[in-house]
C-alpha cells in the first residue's frame, strides 16, 4: 500500500474559493475524478482530513464532507485505525456481477454489490438511472398536507405496536385497488404490507425456500431478486427467457431429476430487465408447471401500471385458483422509492407461515406512512395520479426513442419500449456494456450494464437507460452525450 | 369439526341497539368471551358473517368488523373456501413458548408465537403490557409541526433510493448522543439504521450466524431475539443468569467442545425480563470470554435510559477496544413503537457485511421520520423527553409498587425494580402463570408469563408488569382487580 503524498493530490486538486461551487462539492469531484481516472489507484491510502485541510489551506469541514460522501459512494474505505482508502472494487463497477457469486450461488448472504450503483449513490438523480419514477411530478402539495393531518392526529393506539399484516384500511385499498387494475384474486386478508419488494422477496425465501433447495430466475432478471432470493442457501437456477417470457420448456426440464425445483421468480408484465410481456400460452403453460410439480410461482408486477402500446395485461395470480401464486408490488416506483411500502398477496395456506416470518423479520411497518397511503387511494388521488403519469412517461419515453434514433441510431439496437420505466437496448459486437457505464459515469450519466443482469456465462452486451425520473430536455441532451460516448469508444 | 348453531352462538351475543356501545363492539366482546371461557371451543365452525348478520337482525357490516379484528387478534382463523373457525391456539396462551420449538431450535423459521401478544394485539393499551412507553406524555404537537415541515420540503433527493446504511444526519445525531449518555466508542461511520431492534438483531443472525453454529442467549431472556438469532438455522444455546446476570463460568463451560460458540446475546443494561444490570466483574468476564472465544457479543442496550436508584451505567461496548461488541438500540421504547427506527453499531472489521446484509433486507429506512428524527435529537427535544420521562416512570413504577404491596403483597413476589419500564415478579409456588395471564386478559390487564421467556424445561412461574403506559390511577386501579384475580384462583 502506498500512501498518496500530499502534493501529488494537491495538483489534482485545484480548490478555488468563490468559483460558484461549494469547496466541499470541489474536493469531491475533484477526489471522485481522479480515481475514476485510475490517477490515485485502488488501494492508496488518502491523507488524513486534517492534513488535507490544512495543505488546501480551508477548514476541515468541507474535507470531512466531500471524504464522508465519497465514502458512503464507495469511493474511499475507511479502516479504522489506519486511515481512509481508494476503493479496490469502484461503485462504477460494481454492476458487474462478480464471477465469483455467481459460482457460489448458494453463500448464505450473497453479495449485493448488483445492487450498489442503484442505492448507495444516494440522493444522485442522473439521467438513465434505471427504476426512477418523475419525482418531480409528485403531487407534493397534496401528499404534504395528509402527512400533517395523521401527524396531528396520531392517537396511542397509532403509535404502539401496529399489526404484523399491515393497517386495515391501507390493505383493504390496496385490495380494492389491485381487483379493479390489475385482475388480481385477493381479500385484504390475504394482504401483507413490507417495506419494499425487496423484503417481499426476502419473505418468499425465508417462506418457501430451504437450503438445497433450487429456484427458478429468469435469465436475464433482476438482481435484486437474485440477492433476495438466495439468502437462505437456495440455488438458484437460471432460465432462459425469449419473447414470449420465460421458457417454460427449459424450466420443465431443469425441474426434472432428483432436486426439486420449489418456486420460480417471474416478471411477467414487464421482463426486467428486457421489457416484454409473458404472452398468453406460457402464462398458462407456467401455471400449468407450478400445478404440475407442485411448486410456487413468485410474480413480481413490476412496472405493470406504465404500457404505451396496449391496454395492461391482467397479473398472473388473477389467472389461477389454485393458489399457487404469490403476488409482489410496491410503490417504489408508482410513487416514491423512500416511502418503502410494498405487499405480498399470499395464498391462505401460506398466510400464518409468511405473517409469523414477517414479525420475525422487523415486526411491522411503520403506522404513520401506512395511514396516508390508505388516504391517498381512497380519496382518489392514486389513480389519478397513475393516469396522468402514463402521459408524462410516454413524453418521456418518445423524446428517448427520438433522440437515440437521432444520435444513436449506429451504436444501440433497441430491444423492446413497449413498457415500463426504462428501455432494454443491446450494443454493438464486441462493446464492452461495463466501459460504456463508467465512462458515462464521468459525464454525470447513469446508465446500466445489461449483462449485469445475467448470472450464467453468457453475457449480453447492452445498455438500460431509464427515462422515468427526467424531463424531455435533459433526455435528449444526454442522449447526444450518450452518442459522443459510443462514438469515442469505437 | 362442529359447527356452532345459531341459537347456540345467538345467546351467547345479546345485542342491544343504543346501548352506547357500537354494534361491532358488542359482537366482538361476546365472541371474545365465549371463547376465552370456552363455551366456544377450539376448532369449532362460526357461522358465515351474513347468515349471523341476518340473525342478529343487523347489517353485514359490524358482525365483518368484529370478525377482521378477532381475525387478527388470533381468536379466529380463516380458512378461506371452508369458513372461519376458532382459533386452535388463543392468543392469550400465545406467551407460552411451546415445548416443540424448544426441542426443534433449529428450525429455519421458528415460530413467533412468543412475540403474538405484543404485536397481534394491535392498538391495544391495556395495563401491565410490557415495552409500552407513556405514549400519552409524548411532545406530539412538537413532533407533528417536525413531521409537516419535512414533508412539505421533502426534496427528489430524499424521495428518491436512500443510503442502506441510513440518513447522514441522523447517524451522526444518534452517534454523538451515544457518546455522551451511554459511553459508547462510535462513529456515525459505524451506525447503520435498521427498523427496530428485531431487525438488527436478524441482523446480526445473517451475519454472524450460520446454520449450526451455536449462540449463546440468556435463560430467563427476551423471546424476540429467539425468534431473531434462530432464523439462519443457528442453535440456541440458554445460559442461565443470576444477580450479576450472565453466568460466565456457565458460558466458558458451555463454550468448550467440538461445536464453536459464535456469539452471545445479553442485555447488560437491564436483563430482559429479570430486570438487573449486569455487574462490572461480569462484563470484564465476558469480554475476556469473547477475546479468548474469538466469539461476538451482541449487547441489546434495552431500557438503559431508565434506573431509579443510581446513575445508568455505561454500555459493555464502550469497555472494550477490540471490536468484539456489536450494538444493538431502538427508539421503540424511548419515543413510540409505530416509528420504526432502531440501530446498530457495527465493528469496522464487519461494516461491509452488514450494511450488505441490510441492503438484501429491505434496502434502506424510510426517508421521512429518518429526517424527522435527526432534528428532534439535534435540537434537543430528544433528551429534554428522556429527562422529564424519568420523572413519569418514577412517579408509574412507584404507583405500581405502592399498589403491589397493598392488593397483592401475599401473592407475588417482587424480583427487581431497579431500572426500565416493567417490574419482574414471581408467584407463589404452584401457581401457572399463564393461567393468570387468561384470567386477566378477561378483566381487560395485559401482564406477561415469566415462564414464558425459558428456552429450557425449567421455567420461573411469575407476572412481567409493565407500567409505562400506564398513569397512576390505572396502575393502581390494575393493582386492585390483579390482587383479585390471583386471590380468586386460590
Redesign the interface.
Known amino acids: 500500500v502506498r500512501t498518496t503524498t500530499s502534493p501529488q493530490l494537491l495538483a489534482l486538486l485545484p480548490v478555488e474559493r468563490g468559483s460558484g461551487s461549494p469547496l466541499h462539492q470541489q474536493i469531491y469531484e475533484g477526489l471522485r475524478r481522479a480515481i475514476l481516472e485510475r490517477r490515485l489507484r485502488a488501494g492508496q491510502r488518502v491523507p488524513a482530513t486534517r492534513v488535507l485541510a490544512c495543505e488546501l489551506g480551508v477548514s476541515r469541514l468541507p474535507v470531512l464532507t466531500a471524504y464522508?460522501q465519497l465514502?458512503?459512494e464507495g469511493y474511499l474505505e475507511?479502516?479504522?485505525?489506519s486511515g481512509t482508502f481508494v476503493a479496490t472494487t469502484l461503485p462504477d463497477d460494481a454492476l458487474r456481477a462478480p464471477a465469483a457469486s455467481a459460482r457460489s450461488r448458494r453463500a448464505?448472504?450473497?453479495?449485493?454489490?448488483a445492487?450498489a450503483p442503484?442505492?448507495?449513490?444516494?440522493?444522485?438523480?442522473r439521467p438513465f438511472r434505471v427504476?426512477?419514477p418523475a419525482?418531480?411530478q409528485?403531487p407534493?402539495a397534496m401528499?404534504?398536507r395528509l402527512?400533517?393531518k395523521h401527524?396531528?392526529a396520531?392517537t396511542?393506539?397509532?403509535?404502539?405496536?401496529?399489526?404484523?399484516?399491515g393497517v386495515?384500511v391501507l390493505r383493504a385499498a390496496i385490495a380494492e385497488h389491485l381487483r379493479a387494475s390489475r385482475a388480481v384474486r385477493c381479500?385484504a386478508?390475504?394482504l401483507l404490507i413490507?417495506?419494499?419488494s425487496?423484503?417481499a422477496l426476502?419473505l418468499c425465501a425465508?417462506?418457501l425456500l430451504?437450503?438445497g433447495d433450487r429456484v427458478a430466475i429468469e435469465e436475464p432478471g433482476y438482481p435484486g431478486a437474485r440477492?433476495?432470493l438466495g439468502?437462505?442457501?437456495a440455488t438458484l437456477v437460471p432460465v432462459p427467457v425469449d419473447v414470449g417470457g420465460i421458457d417454460v420448456t427449459a424450466l420443465e426440464k431443469l425441474s426434472a431429476g432428483a432436486a426439486r425445483m420449489r418456486a420460480a421468480y417471474v416478471t411477467p408484465s414487464h421482463q426486467y430487465p428486457l421489457g416484454m410481456s409473458m404472452s398468453a400460452p406460457r402464462r398458462l403453460a407456467l401455471l400449468e408447471w407450478a400445478r404440475h410439480r407442485n411448486a410456487w410461482i413468485i410474480e413480481d408486477d413490476y412496472d405493470s401500471e406504465y404500457r404505451y402500446v396496449s391496454r395492461p395485461l391482467g397479473a398472473l395470480q388473477g389467472m389461477e385458483e389454485h393458489?399457487r401464486v404469490i403476488y409482489v408490488g410496491t410503490f417504489s416506483k408508482v410513487l416514491?422509492?423512500?416511502?418503502?411500502v410494498g405487499y405480498l398477496i399470499v395464498p391462505?395456506a401460506l398466510w400464518e407461515?409468511f405473517v409469523?416470518?414477517r414479525?420475525?423479520?422487523?415486526?411491522?411497518?411503520?403506522?404513520?406512512?401506512q395511514l396516508v397511503l390508505a388516504d391517498f387511494i381512497r380519496e382518489g388521488h392514486f389513480v389519478r395520479h397513475l393516469r396522468r403519469m402514463r402521459g408524462v412517461y410516454l413524453r418521456r419515453r418518445d423524446a428517448l426513442l427520438d433522440g437515440l434514433s437521432r444520435h444513436c441510431a449506429d451504436e444501440l439496437e433497441l430491444l423492446n419500449a413497449d413498457a415500463g420505466l426504462h428501455v432494454a437496448t443491446t450494443l454493438r459486437a464486441g462493446a464492452d456494456d461495463e466501459d460504456v457505464v463508467r465512462r458515462a459515469a464521468l459525464e454525470k450519466l447513469s446508465p446500466a450494464a445489461l449483462s449485469a443482469c445475467y448470472l450464467g456465462g453468457e453475457r449480453r452486451s447492452g445498455l438500460l437507460l431509464g427515462f422515468g425520473?427526467f424531463n424531455e430536455r435533459r433526455i435528449t441532451r444526454a442522449t447526444r452525450t450518450l452518442g459522443e460516448i459510443l462514438r469515442a469508444q469505437r
Chains 1, 2 share one sequence.
Do not use: I, K, N
Open positions: 464522508e465514502l458512503h475507511g479502516r479504522v485505525g448464505p448472504a450473497p453479495s449485493v454489490t445492487l442503484r442505492v448507495r449513490d444516494a440522493g444522485r438523480l427504476s426512477l419525482l418531480d409528485f407534493h401528499w404534504a402527512v400533517a401527524a396531528r396520531l396511542p393506539a397509532h403509535m404502539s405496536y401496529g399489526d404484523p399484516a386495515g381479500e386478508e390475504q413490507v417495506s419494499g425487496q423484503a426476502r425465508t417462506v430451504a437450503p440477492s433476495a439468502t437462505t442457501g393458489g416514491f422509492p423512500a416511502l418503502r391462505p407461515q409469523a416470518a414479525e420475525a423479520l422487523d415486526l411491522f411497518s411503520p403506522t404513520l406512512y425520473g
